[in-house]
């Protein structure tokens, strides 16, 4: 069996301009075998314990947006004055991690332009498009799975849920609906908060930037990342879902203009 945790960066609307954070939106999943994660969860409680302080009574739940602020895990940061530390202990863990991680990045202002007629909606589709990937990832090796997301508000997990009730009622092109239902099962995707301590979540939520920042400088050619960031994704980068043939543009890197 294994989990699929997702965690998205970017507006989740239908609205865009040429700003950054109103063009991209950008959804991470971070596949992990329920066999390995166990130890794997071992190993991320004990850097947490070391450097910031992490019980099972008071945990530190890791969110990258709280790196350089004054709340949560940039206080403690600043205040053990270890931040340079804790990126490395990070970058470790990651390397030594047994993931394997996609990332669906949708282009607004490409994908208008080329799909002039298109109303749906950018959240659901990229949804979609992760679960896709995914099945063809359980499909290969002959196992199921199962889906926990970060919630944002109802309305968005209700259109994060539709993507994955989509394929499960239609199918795609690779397969039909009845093997995409045995693939995932009849498990709901579950929906967990901003301050839940589950670490799939966590390292989605550290990976979304730096593969964000990758993609647009892997399809446009632009963009440029902190030292921490690029570390990460090169961390990552060989975890990353490759097709039949090795490929990973589609597979643990969808483009979608």
């Not at 499909?139 to 889906?147: C, E, F, I, N, S």
């Not at 499960?168 to 397969?175: A, I, L, W, Y």
């Not at 966590?202 to 990342?225: H, N, V, W, Y």
């Amino acid at each position: 069996m294994y989990h699929l945790y997702a965690d998205e960066i970017g507006h989740t609307s239908y609205h865009t301009s040429n700003r950054p954070n109103h063009r991209y939106l950008s959804v991470t999943g971070v596949i992990i075998d329920e066999a390995a994660e166990k130890g794997l969860q071992d190993r991320f409680d004990a850097f947490r314990s070391e450097l910031v302080g992490h019980t099972p009574e008071r945990p530190m739940v890791l969110h990258r947006s709280e790196m350089g602020g004054k709340k949560g895990l940039g206080r403690v940061l600043t205040a053990r004055g270890n931040r340079a530390e804790f990126e490395d202990a990070f970058i470790e863990f990651l390397t030594q991690a047994e993931i394997t991680v996609i990332t669906v990045t949708l282009d607004r202002v490409g994908f208008y332009y080329k799909h002039e007629g298109w109303t749906g909606e950018p959240y659901e589709m990229c949804a979609y498009n992760m679960f896709e990937r995914y099945c063809l990832f359980l499909h290969h090796r002959k196992a199921q799975g199962k889906v926990t997301v970060e919630g944002r508000n109802p309305t968005e997990d209700d259109k994060f849920k539709a993507g994955f009730q989509s394929l499960c009622d239609s199918g795609n092109r690779f397969m039909g609906s009845a093997r995409i239902r045995r693939l995932l099962g009849h498990t709901p995707i579950a929906v967990a908060g901003k301050h839940e301590d589950i670490m799939g979540v966590q390292i989605a939520d550290f990976l979304c930037q730096p593969l964000l920042e990758a993609s647009i400088k892997r399809f446009r050619g632009k963009g440029g990342t902190d030292d921490f960031n690029k570390r990460m994704m090169h961390a990552v980068w060989p975890k990353l879902y490759k097709s039949r043939i090795g490929r990973i543009n589609g597979a643990g890197l969808v483009w979608r203009p």
